[in-house]
Structures are given as structure tokens and as C-alpha cells.
């Protein structure tokens, strides 16, 4: 491959090009920010390496990732590096480096691939939870735990930890420039999702990411690992996904799977403990837990393979369901989670947190928790936040950040057929309304009147919305799409002839017009819109192609060719919370939200 290839696609090189002193012989994986190929030395072919080429100049990250792998995050069960370069230019190139080839499988994989025994997996899960033990003794956090990131080597079953980019040591300066490190939002514990929630206005402020939301993600990758499941599906919207995460207890992994054994199903229940000081304090002490059960009596359920295989197919394994209804208690905040009452909510569990939550919460929480109430009118609907069409099998994409190499080019173009957002657009001249405070207030009273203290909501004016790289998928899809470098037409509402529409900050959808590259005139782009003082900003971030349905990630945002500037400028009317715009608006394709 020609070098000139070579420097513009770093995510796509060949078997045989040359990187330093390493030979390419294929790709194991190419994530948000890096690119993993397999590489043999070229004075000692033979040997497999992994070698991770960043896709950005800046080597930062890739530079705190490697010595972060030399130096503290150094443990058996940790990924070793072995050398590092720069490419093409030795000097201003980008940064890579070598690491040694995991010749493993990701957890979830390794579980239904292999079945393992419940002893395999709490062995595995133990030696993880011990792992991040010695790591966090050490100030290190790993902060993007999920499970393509946990390595299992089939033969020894050893785990072995791997892309420490988003990892952290006390005492180095953050690379962070949102709330939350970068991850992945069905891992996030509810206490990071509460504080993203709660200072969604402050987007200078930053999370003190620590040791019991690392625990908390193990949590999530043990409970796939044995029901086949994750405690929340990933391919719920955004913010449906975040309340349940906040308010909803999962089902215990044996409700699920009751092979699972009962030590180790509720070991795997506490780290997904609501509250932080509910889980082990410490790595060492959720070892002990998920191996209790196993040292104790109990010890033969363990024996036990994950799953059931289907009769006469040997290898093929039946995943077990999901409820329809699966979570029907909501969370007492701190109450123990593994005691989770049976009754009917009442209105008190809107309680303090409810009170606090729905007085600071973001606009997403705002917009799931209102349209519950429009609907249902009762406290009760907010028992049911599973997704539209019932829970996914576990093999439905699980939305990583990184792009399976096995997949085709076009993997994540997939048909998704799902449930959009209702646009929030409503017609103008009328006032706004139904104006959000105004239900919030109500629902506010409500949980007030419970005997809760409560403030009156701030009202002041937004800032921008926080600068954000736009994912590799979402690039490889609008490059496949012909719709990388394009600004076009669209409007919030194809049904008026106003000119004028009101909008309402949060998730909308708004509708193409004409056809560019590939993309139908009338297909629908669903994300967020924030609304400011003098302008409204959009950014979209699925693109449903009209008549086929088939959706695509995208990073589009609202544009204003007048002035070429992001945004569409507000016309009179609206308050803090909606805003009167033109109907039809510019759209354009970007590779980095900037703010
Ligand atoms: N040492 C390794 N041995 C084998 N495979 C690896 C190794 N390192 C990474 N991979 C594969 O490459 C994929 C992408 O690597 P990695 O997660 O480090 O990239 P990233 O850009 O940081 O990804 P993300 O977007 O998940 O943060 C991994 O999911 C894994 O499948």
C-alpha cells in the first residue's frame, strides 16, 4: 500500500504495510480512537503483536494510555506495552504503539461462545475485581470498563484488561473536556449519570470519576456475562436509558438465568448498587464476594454451565429471555438494593430525590419524566421505562464505541427499525405550550406536598452546548452516505406552512428536504436541540432514510447560512424553555461538535 494510502486512512491499513519496524498482517479492531492491527517485527517474523495507531495527531491520549500500561497500571492482568514510534513521521507522525497480542475473546463473547461453568465466571470476574483492586490502591482507574474491553484467553481463561485511553492516575491532569470521561452510557453508574444530570448547566464542571464506578461497570459486564443480558438495554434512547439507570433496580441475574447461583447472582446485584458506598468498598472486597459462594457449601451450583444448549446443536446456546415488564419496583434511594420492595410504587418514592431530581435534572430526564406524565398522568407509568418494543436479545448491537472488525465495512449502517421521538415542534402562532415548568411545577407540588423542602427551579440562560468528536461509525457512515461535506435544507416540520414553528429544548426530529448524496428527501434526523437565549442549536445524531427505514449515526447540526454560524437565530416569542424559529433551516455534516 502507498504511504500516501497509508496516511490518510490510519483506521484501514493493509496486511503488509510497514509501520516503524512492524509489519501489518491485520486488523483486530478499530475503536474511537484508535486503530489495532496485528503486526509481526520485521526482524523476527513469526511473533504477533497488537499495535494501536492513534487516528488523532495529538498524542495526549495515546501518550497517557502507554504510560499509564508501563508504569502503575503494570499487572499481570493488564495489557503490557513494549514499544511506541510515530507514523509516518518519526517525529510529527501519529503516535502508536505495540502491545502484546491478546489472542482472546471479549467477555460476552467468551460466555456464549464458550458456556464456561458459573466457577469459570466468578474465577474470572474475581481475578478482574482483584485486578482493579491493585489499580485503584495505586490511583489508577481504568474508567472505561465494558466488556470488549476485558480480554479472556479461552485456554488459560485469564482475564486480561485492555484500552486504558480513557484511564486516569491521581495526580495527572485531565484530558477530559466533557462532564464525564468518554465511555459508554449503559456503564456509567447512577451516581455519574445523576451528576452529569444535575450540572448539565455547568459543563466546565467535571465528574470525580473513582473506584466504585469502575466496580459498578464490572458489575454491568458480570450480569451480561451470565443472563445474556445487560441490567439496562443499550439500545434504549439516551435518556430512557438514563432514568432507568438512576431509578430502576434490574432483576436479579438469577430472575433471569436461575441457573445462576444465588452468592453469586447477588454478588453481581451489589455492584450495581445505586448508591456507591451499597457496592464493595474496594476491588479485593468484590472478589471476595463473587468467590464466597464458591468456597462455601454451595459450591456445586457452580458447576453448572451458563447456559442451556439447544438439543441437537452442540455449541448453540438458548439465551434466557427477558421479562417483558422488568422492573417493576423502582429504587428506594438508599435503601440496600438487594431488598427490593414488592408493593406498588406510591407517590411518596418521588420523594427527595425526586424532588431534587426533577428541579435539576437535564433536559433529557425532563423530557423522558414529562412525557410519561402526558401520557399515563399517574406516578405509576414511570415503573415502565423498557424499550418501546420490549428488551433486545443481547446480541442486538450493544452501541461500543469500537467497530467489531468481523463486520462488514457497512456494519453500522444497520436497519434498525425503532420507535423515533415524537418531534417537539408545535405550530405557531400558538404560544408555547404545553410549557414544561408549567407540568414540572405540577409534578413538583406533587412531590412537595409528600413533605418534601423544595426550591424553585432556576431560570437562566444556557450555555452552549460542550464541544464533542464526532464517533468513527458516524463518520464511516456519512462518508458511505456522500453526505461528509455537505450543508442542506431540512424543517421541523414538513406538515405546516408556517414559516414559523415553536420548538422545545431537548430530543426532536426534523425532516430533510431534497435529496443529497444518498440520503431520500423526507428522512427524519433525530438528536437534541438546546435552546439559548438568541439561538437555538441542533445536533443530530441518527439519520432514518425515508421509505426504507434503515437509520445510520450521523453528526449533523442546525445551521444558518446568513451568517454561517451553528444555530438558528430565535425569533420573537418562547421563554427559557422554547423558542420560536423558522420552519425551514439549514443542516450541515460535521466531524466535531465544537462549542
Ligand atoms: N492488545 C490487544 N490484543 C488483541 N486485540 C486488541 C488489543 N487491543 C485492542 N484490541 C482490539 O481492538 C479493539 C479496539 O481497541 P481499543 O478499545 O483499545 O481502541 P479504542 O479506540 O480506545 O476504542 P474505544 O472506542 O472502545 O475506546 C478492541 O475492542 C479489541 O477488540
Known amino acids: 500500500m502507498s504511504l500516501e494510502g497509508s496516511q490518510v486512512f490510519p483506521a484501514a491499513l493493509q496486511p503488509g504495510a510497514v509501520v516503524g519496524r512492524w509489519r501489518v498482517l491485520g486488523t483486530l479492531g478499530v475503536g474511537g480512537y484508535g486503530a489495532v492491527y496485528r503486526v509481526e517485527p520485521l526482524d523476527a517474523p513469526g511473533r504477533s503483536f497488537a499495535l494501536k495507531l492513534s487516528l488523532h495527531p495529538d498524542p495526549a491520549r495515546a501518550l497517557r494510555e502507554m504510560a499509564l500500561l508501563l508504569d502503575r497500571a503494570w499487572h499481570p492482568n493488564v495489557v503490557r506495552v513494549h514499544a511506541s514510534g510515530r507514523w ?13 497480542c491478546v489472542e482472546g475473546m471479549a467477555l460476552h463473547a467468551w460466555a456464549e461462545a ?24 495505586r490511583g489508577v482507574l481504568h474508567r472505561d470498563l465494558k466488556p470488549e474491553h476485558i480480554l479472556i484467553r479461552p485456554r488459560e ?10 484511564g486516569d492516575q491521581t495526580g495527572a491532569a485531565t484530558l477530559t473536556t466533557t462532564t464525564l470521561p468518554p465511555g459508554t452510557l449503559h456503564l456509567r453508574s447512577p451516581e455519574a449519570i445523576r451528576f452529569q444530570q444535575l450540572h448539565w448547566r455547568q459543563p466546565e464542571l467535571r465528574y470525580p470519576y473513582n473506584a466504585a464506578d469502575d466496580l459498578y461497570a464490572l458489575g454491568v459486564c458480570l450480569y451480561r456475562a451470565v443472563t445474556g443480558h445487560y441490567p439496562f438495554p443499550p439500545e434504549q434512547e439516551p435518556e430512557l436509558l438514563a432514568v432507568a439507570i438512576t431509578e430502576r433496580l434490574p432483576p436479579a441475574p438469577r430472575d433471569i438465568n436461575p441457573q445462576v447461583p444465588e452468592s453469586l447472582s447477588r454478588a453481581v446485584l451489589r455492584l450495581l448498587a445505586k448508591e456507591p458506598e451499597q457496592r464493595p468498598s474496594t476491588g479485593e472486597a468484590a472478589h471476595a464476594e463473587l468467590m464466597r459462594g464458591l468456597l462455601s457449601g454451595g459450591s456445586a451450583a457452580f458447576e453448572a454451565h451458563l447456559f442451556d444448549e439447544i438439543p441437537g446443536t452442540p455449541k448453540q446456546i438458548r439465551r434466557p429471555a427477558w421479562p417483558a415488564q422488568p422492573y417493576l419496583k423502582p429504587a428506594p434511594r438508599a435503601a440496600p438494593v438487594v431488598e427490593s420492595p414488592r408493593r406498588r410504587p406510591a407517590w411518596g418514592w418521588l420523594g427527595v430525590a425526586g424532588c431534587l431530581g426533577l428541579l435539576l435534572a437535564g433536559p433529557g430526564t425532563w423530557e423522558v419524566l414529562l412525557r410519561g406524565w402526558t401520557r399515563h398522568t399517574t406516578p405509576e407509568v414511570l415503573e415502565t421505562v423498557s424499550a418501546p418494543g420490549g428488551h433486545k436479545l443481547a446480541s442486538a448491537p450493544d452501541r461500543p464505541h469500537s467497530v467489531p472488525v468481523a463486520a462488514p465495512a457497512t456494519a453500522a449502517l ?33 412531590s412537595c406536598m409528600a413533605g418534601m423542602a423544595c426550591a424553585s427551579a432556576p431560570l437562566v440562560d444556557r450555555p452552549t452546548p460542550p464541544a464533542e468528536d464526532c464517533p468513527q461509525d458516524a463518520r464511516a457512515a456519512m462518508s458511505a452516505l456522500k453526505i461528509d461535506t455537505i450543508q442542506w435544507a431540512a424543517k421541523f416540520d414538513p406538515t405546516t406552512r408556517s414559516d414559523f414553528v415553536t420548538v422545545r429544548e ?9 435529496s ?3 440520503v431520500r428527501h423526507g428522512s427524519m434526523l433525530t438528536g437534541t436541540l438546546y435552546v439559548g437565549a438568541k439561538r437555538v442549536y441542533g445536533r443530530f445524531t441518527q439519520l432514518r432514510q425515508n421509505k426504507t427505514g434503515e437509520t445510520f449515526p450521523v453528526c449533523i447540526e442546525l445551521w444558518f447560512l446568513d451568517d454561517m454560524t451553528r444555530g438558528v437565530p430565535r425569533s420573537e416569542g418562547g421563554d427559557e424553555n422554547t423558542a420560536v424559529v423558522p420552519n425551514m433551516m439549514s443542516v450541515r455534516s460535521i466531524w466535531r461538535y465544537d462549542e
Open 157 to 166: 481463561q485469564v482475564p486480561v484488561l485492555i484500552d486504558f485511553g480513557a
Open 506 to 514: 431537548g430530543r426532536t426530529a426534523v425532516y430533510t428536504v431534497g
Open 516 to 518: 443529497e448524496g444518498r
Open 88 to 100: 509516518p513521521d518519526p517525529v510529527e507522525g501519529l503516535p502508536y504503539f505495540v502491545m502484546d
Open 114 to 137: 464458550f458456556n464456561p461453568t458459573f466457577r469459570q465466571v466468578a474465577m474470572v470476574g474475581g481475578s478482574v475485581a482483584m485486578t482493579l483492586g491493585v489499580l485503584h490502591a
Open 414 to 446: 444497520v436497519v434498525a427499525p425503532k420507535e423515533e421521538p415524537a418531534p417537539v415542534t408545535t405550530k405557531p402562532p400558538a404560544p408555547p405550550s404545553p410549557k414544561p415548568g408549567r407540568t414540572l411545577k405540577t409534578a413538583t407540588i406533587a
